[in-house]
């Protein structure tokens, strides 16, 4: 069975520093990895994937993730933070082989702070 | 319309009714899937169906947890005999066929049970 793991409810950082919201993940085979975000009030919103190739995805406003086969893990990254970040921030799993569903970790709380 | 629409919004229920969640997926979208959001929780996967495939029923909580697909498109998620505990939101999502596309949201339907 696949699993995510979101190890921070929370982080905090400030305006214009760089931030990393950590995933890592668990599947039998190759995984396709996934982050959403939500806002307040609102549904969730697809950021960016890793499907093959180069380990370095970039997405929406200005998000990346660095897929690391070695260390199972796929960590969401932004050079420069902006208080328009501040949502909750979802990772997620589905394995390439197969009919699996897809599955996520519990969320990181991400507030920048002015 | 042009995204994943559920109904209703909100629903308030007492104790021991039996409520229906309806989802209509973005059109030509094949899976389709069911996932709980309790207040401050990250996502619960609960159901998944993709195409004419057997739906993945391994993260419904109890019984009295169901689920259909109609003509692969429209879904009702039904709760029997409410208890407090199933006040949630409860999202559904598509995507195209293909495990490496991503899944789109609805906003949800906030279930609260009194």
């Known amino acids: 069975a696949q699993s995510v793991a979101q190890p921070e409810d929370q982080v905090n950082v400030a305006e214009g520093n760089p931030l990393t919201v950590k995933c890592t993940y668990s599947?039998?085979?190759?995984?396709?990895l996934f982050w959403y975000v939500q806002y307040p009030n609102r549904g969730l919103q697809f950021l960016l994937k890793?499907?093959?190739?180069?380990?370095l995805v970039k997405g929406s406003y200005g998000f990346e993730a660095e897929f690391n086969k070695s260390q199972t893990s796929f960590h969401l990254k932004k050079p420069s933070a902006l208080v328009s970040d501040s949502a909750l921030y979802f990772c997620?799993?589905?394995?390439?082989?197969?009919?699996?569903?897809?599955?996520f970790g519990k969320g990181t709380r991400l507030s920048v702070i002015a | 319309g042009a995204g994943v629409s559920q109904s209703p919004s909100n629903k308030v229920t007492e104790k021991g009714k039996d409520v229906e969640l309806r989802c209509d997926p973005i059109s030509g979208h094949t899976a389709l899937y069911w996932y709980r959001q309790s207040l401050g929780q990250g996502l619960e996967f609960l159901i998944y169906?993709?195409?004419?495939?057997?739906?993945?029923k391994s993260g419904l909580p109890s019984d009295r947890f169901s689920a259909e697909r109609t003509g692969g498109s429209v879904s009702t998620l039904t709760i029997q005999r409410t208890q407090q505990e199933d006040s949630a939101v409860y999202l559904c999502?598509?995507?195209?066929?293909?495990?490496?596309?991503?899944?789109?949201f609805g906003q949800g339907t906030r279930l609260t049970v009194v």
């Open positions: 999502a598509s995507s195209p066929d293909g495990a490496g596309l991503e899944a789109f």
């Open positions: 599947v039998s085979g190759n995984p396709y």
């Open positions: 169906f993709q195409g004419n495939s057997a739906p993945d």
């Open positions: 997620a799993v589905r394995v390439r082989s197969g009919n699996t569903p897809l599955v």
């Open positions: 890793y499907i093959t190739g180069d380990n």
